[in-house]
């Protein structure tokens, strides 16, 4: 966390399924459990089971958190275009856009960082259903908001038994994939 | 709900604590019937409530649910169901027949937007005043709303401990931020809620009346299916339960169950104030809002205002005394509420014109903006 003042929020976007609820969680978990910090999670998604727009808010501070919900955005992911659309205004000036480049087209705005999440996900850990924990790995190595050791160790305690390696790996090939796309922008 | 078991710091989330209080308070009994935004403590309690020797129970409706931890309770157990407001509207009928014949149970309701099926992943503070009056007929009752998700261990613990000891029916008002927020909490050592136990009958009493009937106290309530046989019926009755057209003993009976409740709203206030000492305006709120009204009042502070807040954790029975103790220091009350209108008429006949109170609503299905709340109140002085 770069931050001087302590609040720091995090915008995960996209639709109905994508697992960016436990996405949100998972980042509370390192946060807070591991990395000592106050956290609030909140969440907004429409009455559908499945699709819809979906949206979590993890705020992080190392003082009392009253309003729950982000309002100036240090970090926003948006899995699709409907998310990118609708969420990128939240964004601060200097704050960090990242966009899953296999389903943004047009994430409208001249500072993004464009990493495919949900291709990675489907080529390199056999299953698209991944590609939240791809997403997981990349926005931490790129905003370093939680200790990389953190992540991996709420990563591991709460999935499934039998995918902590194919989880493991999902970390990986986020952390790796958001080196090289900070490699390519500067 | 997981964390570290070393240093106790957990991430949960509210619906999760709420169960955790309840079983914490000795909660053995769950009816209840899945809705949005309350439906993870069914989940909770259908997945923890047989591990312990309890007993979860999915009904075909809230109607039947309702009865059913009526039904519960009276056996002796504590019994606890959760809704929404449509539920809730569903319960009314039943939560009357618990007030009447003094049948303590806990009901949570964890708010959405409404009326009707409404939005139902979308927050609302709209239920306050039918928590207080949903259910036909004069009656009293408690109702509690947490603004955090510790609170929600804490508040549901006591509803289930306010409940025995009063003999009544006890709500916990949530809503959808609360109930679907995770917080970072130090959860409370196993052991840490005291719950008042229900007074009962010793077996061998002679002539046990199980009603109150106007004592200001609260009757022994002896465990259905017991060696004390009683009534309990839904008609207005007698200290032994059977019904009753007498007009002294109709009037016994419930000014007995209001005035049980009433007479001790100013001990069961429990309230939350953020710079009350020398302010000039002040945020009444709750739940959710207050949460965001405590941000406001920290922004109105460092713009040179005089603004403080007063936190209701004890929603119904409202306690007026606070706030006729702050008002002589007050230039104006401001209610920040999730609905048109509830709890700031309670405000209202408080302070009975003392001092100006100014209500501030939102309704479209979205928690308040700190800044939303810091421009009305600036807007306000300047008027």
């Known amino acids: 966390m770069t931050k001087s003042s302590g609040r720091f929020e995090i915008r995960l976007s996209g639709?109905?399924?994508?697992?960016?609820?436990?996405?949100?969680?998972?980042?509370?978990?390192?946060?807070?459990?591991?990395?000592?910090?106050?956290?609030?999670?909140?969440?907004?998604?429409?009455?559908?089971?499945?699709?819809?727009?979906?949206?979590?808010?993890?705020?992080?501070?190392?003082?009392?958190?009253?309003?729950?919900?982000?309002?100036?955005?240090?970090?926003?992911?948006?899995?699709?275009?409907?998310?990118?659309?609708?969420?990128?205004?939240?964004?601060?000036?200097?704050?960090?856009?990242?966009?899953?480049?296999?389903?943004?087209?047009?994430?409208?705005?001249d500072s993004v960082i464009g990493i495919p999440f949900t291709l990675l996900a489907i080529e390199q850990c056999g299953r698209a259903l991944f590609a939240n924990v791809v997403a997981l790995g990349a926005i931490v190595e790129l905003s370093k908001v939680v200790e990389w050791d953190s992540l991996e160790k709420t990563v591991l305690a709460r999935v499934p038994s039998g995918t902590e390696e194919a989880n493991k790996k999902a970390l990986a090939v986020g952390r790796e994939a958001a080196r090289r796309a900070v490699g390519e922008v500067s | 709900?997981?964390?570290?078991?070393?240093?106790?710091?957990?991430?949960?989330?509210?619906?999760?604590?709420?169960?955790?209080?309840?079983?914490?308070?000795?909660?053995?009994?769950?009816?209840?019937?899945?809705?949005?935004?309350?439906?993870?403590?069914?989940?909770?309690?259908?997945?923890?409530?047989?591990?312990?020797?309890?007993?979860?129970?999915?009904?075909?409706?809230?109607?039947?649910?309702?009865?059913?931890?009526?039904?519960?309770?009276?056996?002796?157990?504590?019994s606890m169901i959760a809704t929404s407001g449509p539920g809730f509207s569903l319960m009314q009928e039943n939560l009357g027949l618990a007030c009447l014949a003094e049948i303590p149970c806990v009901i949570v309701n964890v708010q959405r937007a409404g009326p009707s099926t409404g939005l139902p992943?979308?927050?609302?503070?709209?239920?306050?005043?039918?928590?207080?009056?949903?259910?036909?007929?004069?009656?009293?009752?408690?109702?509690?709303?947490?603004?955090?998700?510790?609170?929600?261990?804490?508040?549901?613990?006591?509803?289930?401990?306010?409940s025995e000891q009063f003999r009544t029916p006890?709500?916990?008002?949530?809503?959808?931020?609360?109930?679907?927020?995770?917080?970072?909490?130090?959860?409370?050592?196993?052991?840490?809620?005291?719950?008042?136990?229900?007074?009962?009958?010793?077996?061998?009493?002679?002539?046990?009346?199980?009603?109150?009937?106007?004592c200001s106290g609260v009757p022994p309530m002896a465990h259905f299916g017991g060696p004390h046989r009683f009534h309990v019926t839904g008609l207005t009755h007698d200290e032994r339960g059977f019904p009753t057209m007498v007009p002294e003993e109709v009037d016994k009976k419930i000014r007995g169950i209001v005035d049980k409740i009433e007479l001790k709203a100013d001990d069961l206030a429990m309230n939350e104030e953020t710079m009350t000492d020398d302010c000039e305006v002040l945020l009444f709120s709750y739940g959710s809002s207050a949460r965001v009204a405590k941000a406001s009042v920290r922004t109105l502070r460092e713009r040179g205002v005089k603004a403080g807040l007063l936190r209701v954790k004890t929603i119904w029975p409202f306690s007026g005394k606070r706030l006729r103790e702050l008002a002589?220091?007050?230039?104006?009350?401001?209610?920040?509420?999730?609905?048109?209108?509830?709890?700031?008429?309670?405000?209202?006949?408080?302070?009975?014109?003392?001092?100006?109170?100014?209500?501030?609503?939102?309704?479209?299905?979205?928690?308040?903006?700190?800044?939303?709340?810091?421009?009305?109140?600036?807007?306000?002085i300047a008027s």
């Open chain 2, 170 to 214: 006890v709500v916990l008002l949530l809503d959808e931020v609360i109930g679907h927020m995770r917080e970072s909490v130090e959860v409370p050592a196993q052991g840490a809620y005291r719950v008042h136990a229900r007074p009962l009958p010793s077996d061998e009493q002679e002539d046990y009346q199980p009603f109150c009937g106007g």
């Open chain 2, 121 to 162: 992943t979308q927050p609302a503070q709209g239920d306050v005043m039918q928590a207080r009056w949903g259910t036909h007929g004069d009656h009293a009752i408690i109702a509690l709303a947490p603004a955090t998700v510790l609170e929600c261990i804490e508040l549901t613990a006591c509803c289930v401990s306010l």
């Open chain 2, 328 to 380: 002589p220091q007050l230039r104006s009350i401001i209610v920040p509420e999730m609905n048109l209108g509830q709890l700031v008429t309670e405000v209202e006949r408080a302070v009975a014109g003392a001092v100006p109170v100014r209500h501030f609503g939102r309704v479209d299905g979205h928690l308040f903006e700190p800044d939303q709340i810091t421009d009305f109140v600036l807007e306000e």
């Open chain 2, 1 to 78: 709900m997981s964390g570290s078991k070393e240093r106790s710091i957990w991430v949960m989330q509210g619906n999760e604590a709420c169960s955790v209080g309840a079983v914490a308070a000795g909660v053995n009994f769950f009816a209840g019937y899945p809705i949005t935004p309350s439906s993870e403590i069914a989940e909770f309690m259908a997945k923890h409530l047989p591990l312990i020797g309890g007993r979860f129970i999915q009904m075909e409706d809230e109607i039947a649910s309702m009865a059913a931890i009526i039904g519960a309770s009276l056996a002796g157990a504590r």
């Open chain 1, 15 to 109: 639709s109905g399924g994508q697992g960016l609820m436990l996405a949100g969680k998972l980042l509370a978990e390192a946060a807070s459990v591991y990395g000592g910090k106050n956290t609030v999670q909140t969440q907004s998604y429409g009455p559908e089971a499945r699709g819809g727009k979906s949206k979590t808010d993890i705020v992080i501070s190392t003082d009392d958190i009253d309003y729950p919900k982000a309002t100036s955005v240090d970090v926003l992911v948006a899995m699709t275009q409907v998310s990118a659309d609708e969420y990128r205004h939240s964004l601060k000036e200097d704050g960090l856009f990242v966009v899953d480049s296999y389903l943004v087209d047009r994430p409208g705005r």
